[in-house]
């Protein structure tokens, strides 16, 4: 279950029986009503009987269960939890299980244990409340040995207390089953969630997760296979999946297709709310993250908790052709062989025919990986997957294969493999060793590189994400993340990102289509309708949603009722997917291209009752209210978000900015400047900050202080011709004419055709 805060950028009646479900009831997930083409649980068992004893017992078993004394690992003996102003106590009572704990009111109260969620390392609790809801708590069963630690009740944010109206409270959206874990946990999984009374009548056909998660519905292969008997030998003859009733051909999928089946739950991604799509493209059901700050180092290292997908495509392996389902064992889920032997099914002087292009060699053997026969140091997925811990005790390993690179540490500030173990060393000490080893090789340039400095705003970035894109030997995941990151550099990226509309990779397009919102309606359209007939529905929804709000009058006559169709379609499944606050995001932005104003206020709003955290939300309720000439909301919003206790510096910072700057436009400019020096204190690598600040201090005739707060900026950036000028324009008018002419001639090398600088020319330079 993913439990950490994220930025995530009609009306669904399921019928019980013959009596429809009223959004005010509160029912427990039922079985799916609308199963066709799926056979009763079990139907597989008779015929494909060891891949169901493999599967018994896994983790796919275990996804989630009824509260039973078979399936509850945990303590429930009157066992008493506390960590700080966190208490619990797990006990039993009629062979139920229960739990004391903070409900949403804030109060102490028994709830009963309805379902077991997972087995290893840790076992989680759903609780049933109203709305149709299921909440994990987020206090978890370490289900390791207690020799290994386990045994015991544990916090999954330990020393961290949250109010009920956080959503990180165990009663909060982030530990929400419905929304956050369901679809990955059991067969089927029907959400039905309506937007307007934020209540879910969740369905599905098996609880955890099944042949038919998978394979897709089974009943047209079950009826096959009942057939069989009655028919001689060569009626039974088939070429295809299709020709037994199975809807997913792995075969026919390929590797990328097969890969991309497991990515329909291992991996970070923006569902698409069309439900189970088995053997459909992924970019049919949802489309993956890319490379983000929040999610990866700037090399492509796992950070976040990214589910494998994203660093599996970044890997050599995966472009080989390499399948999850070479390593693992599909139905038990464990790897196929133990230690080193797995990596040398095809990392040996004997490569499988299938890989043609891997170096005849054994690895396993000092001379690759120089530590001694055995030790952890020679493990080849301690050098190629180091692992990172999530939720206290599983630790996860990076799938990305990658060669360690020590010697980047000074570019990306990225961690390496060799210093994750040798701890009292730095990296420059690894990078030294590897050359000792194997000589000074001329080591490529890597992507990581490209993306640090994007991140660090370096002024060449469209250039090298430009480069990135066009290089067609990067991974997809990469040259996706390069149009994603272009796209959010505006106007000046807009010629650069053309070809990428146009590129085979489906997720290139489809993270580029945002980067041309900003075009006059006349340009979207040039640019973007050719989406609207993209193969992949991801594609489509990007076009879908930088196109809206253009006027009717600027498409193609023939071509309007297919958008206001695509764009009805569009919104409607935004709605069922509004159960999460990035969801409610997109569904307002999508109003606020409307031009509906209110409508997209309203859900901005709504966005921050299920998480008052979630700033994206804020900035867009205060800017929008702000320009809608409603200052006293803009205002309101942004007092009640940096009250929030615990709020992240950089949040609060940029709150703290907005409200500054507000200030000011209402004639508080003291206030302002209040706020502003906060602004500037918690975000010392914003010069947009500091030369904001400096220009209020001019305001308020404070000249020392805006000298050094201006000075700071252009220390920060020393081309920003702004901060130049302003420099420039104080320095002169306080009688400091030798300083104003430094400035003056270094905006003549930054922005030569700056209008201010050619005013200031024809009357002969500052004076």
């Not at 796209?487 to 993270?511: F, I, M, T, Y």
């Not at 609060?652 to 602004?679: I, R």
């Not at 900026?713 to 302003?726: K, T």
Request: aromatic letters at 8%; glycine letters at 8%.
């Amino acid at each position: 279950m993913f439990y950490a805060r994220t930025l995530l950028i009609g009306l669904l009646m399921v019928a019980l029986g013959n009596t429809p479900l009223l959004a005010n009831e509160s029912p427990a997930p039922a079985m799916a009503q609308h199963s066709e083409g799926y056979a009763a649980e079990g139907a597989c068992d008779a015929c494909h009987t060891q891949q169901v004893k493999d599967w018994k017992g896994s983790d796919h078993d275990w996804a989630m269960r009824k509260a039973t004394a078979e399936s509850v690992l945990g303590n429930f003996n009157n066992a008493t939890f506390k960590d700080g102003d966190v208490k619990a106590r797990f006990f039993k009572r009629d062979n139920k299980y229960f739990v004391n704990i903070e409900g949403e009111d804030g109060k102490l109260k028994d709830f009963e244990i309805a379902y077991t969620f997972g087995h290893d390392p840790l076992q989680q609790y759903l609780v049933e409340l109203d709305r149709g809801r299921l909440q994990s708590l987020t206090i978890a069963w370490d289900a390791r040995t207690k020799a290994a630690g386990g045994q015991r009740w544990f916090s999954l944010y330990p020393g961290q207390k949250f109010t009920p109206d956080d959503g990180l409270h165990w009663t909060g959206r982030y530990q929400n089953w419905n929304a956050m874990c369901a679809d990955c946990h059991s067969s089927n999984l029907q959400k039905n969630y309506d937007d307007k009374t934020d209540s879910f009548a969740t369905t599905w056909h098996e609880q955890n997760v099944g042949c038919q998660s998978c394979h897709g519905p089974g009943q047209a292969h079950v009826d096959w296979a009942g057939k069989l008997k009655a028919q001689s030998p060569t009626e039974q003859s088939y070429s295809s999946a299709a020709d037994i009733g199975l809807s997913v051909d792995f075969k026919k999928l390929g590797s990328h297709g097969l890969v991309e089946q497991c990515a329909r739950c291992h991996s970070r991604r923006q569902s698409l709310d069309v439900g189970p799509a088995p053997g459909e493209p992924l970019l049919n059901a949802m489309l993956p993250s890319t490379l983000r700050p929040d999610l990866y180092h700037a090399d492509g290292q796992i950070d976040g908790e990214v589910y494998v997908y994203g660093s599996f495509t970044q890997s050599k392996m995966f472009a080989a052709g390499v399948t999850c389902t070479d390593c693992h064992n599909p139905h038990s889920n464990k790897v196929k062989i133990e230690g080193n032997g797995l990596c040398l099914q095809c990392h040996t002087e004997t490569p499988p025919e299938r890989f043609p292009s891997l170096r005849a060699k054994n690895y396993d053997t000092p001379e690759h990986h120089h530590h001694p026969v055995g030790s952890e140091g020679a493990q080849c997925v301690n050098c190629h997957m180091p692992s990172k811990t999530y939720m206290v005790v599983d630790p996860r390993r990076d799938h990305s294969f990658r060669i360690p690179r020590p010697d980047l540490d000074e570019v990306t500030g990225s961690p390496d493999a060799c210093t994750a173990c040798h701890t009292d060393q730095k990296p420059k000490w690894a990078a030294d060793a590897i050359k000792g080893w194997f000589g000074k090789p001329a080591l490529p340039t890597h992507y990581g590189e490209a993306f640090q400095a994007v991140r660090q705003g370096h002024p060449d970035s469209i250039s090298q994400l430009a480069g990135l894109i066009a290089d067609m030997g990067k991974p997809e995941i990469v040259r996706a993340t390069a149009a994603d990151q272009l796209s959010n550099l505006g106007a000046p990226a807009v010629s650069a990102l053309e070809p990428a509309l146009k590129d085979d990779s489906a997720w290139v397009r489809a993270s580029a289509a945002s980067g041309f919102v900003g075009l006059a309606p006349v340009d979207r359209v040039k640019h973007l309708l050719p989406l609207m007939d993209d193969p992949h529905l991801a594609v489509r929804d990007e076009a879908v949603r930088a196109l809206a709000g253009i006027p009717l009058i600027a498409l193609p006559k023939d071509r309007r009722e297919d958008f206001q169709a695509a764009l009805k379609d569009y919104e409607k499944r935004l709605r069922g997917n509004a159960d999460l606050p990035g969801n409610r995001l997109n569904l307002a932005v999508l109003m606020e291209r409307q031009g509906r104003v209110l409508e997209a206020l309203e859900q901005y709003r709504e966005a921050l009752k299920l998480d008052p955290y979630f700033s994206p939300a804020r900035v867009n309720l205060v800017t929008l209210a702000n320009n809608n000439l409603r200052q006293d909301e803009a205002i309101k919003a942004l007092r009640e978000g940096l009250a929030l206790p615990d709020m992240p510096k950089g949040d609060h910072g940029n709150l703290a900015y907005m409200f500054a700057l507000l200030l000011v436009e209402s004639g508080k400019p003291e206030e302002g400047l209040k706020w502003m020096s906060t602004a500037a204190e918690e975000l010392p690598d914003n010069p947009r900050v500091l030369y904001n600040q400096g220009l209020l201090y001019m305001k308020l005739q404070q000249p020392e202080q805006a000298v050094k707060a201006l000075e700071a900026s252009n220390a920060r950036n020393p081309n920003d011709a702004d901060v130049l000028y302003a420099l420039l324009f104080l320095n002169a008018t306080s009688g400091n004419r030798e300083k104003a002419a430094e400035y003056f001639q270094r905006m003549q090398q930054v922005a030569p055709n700056d209008p201010r600088l050619q005013q200031l020319q024809k009357q002969g330079g500052p004076r």
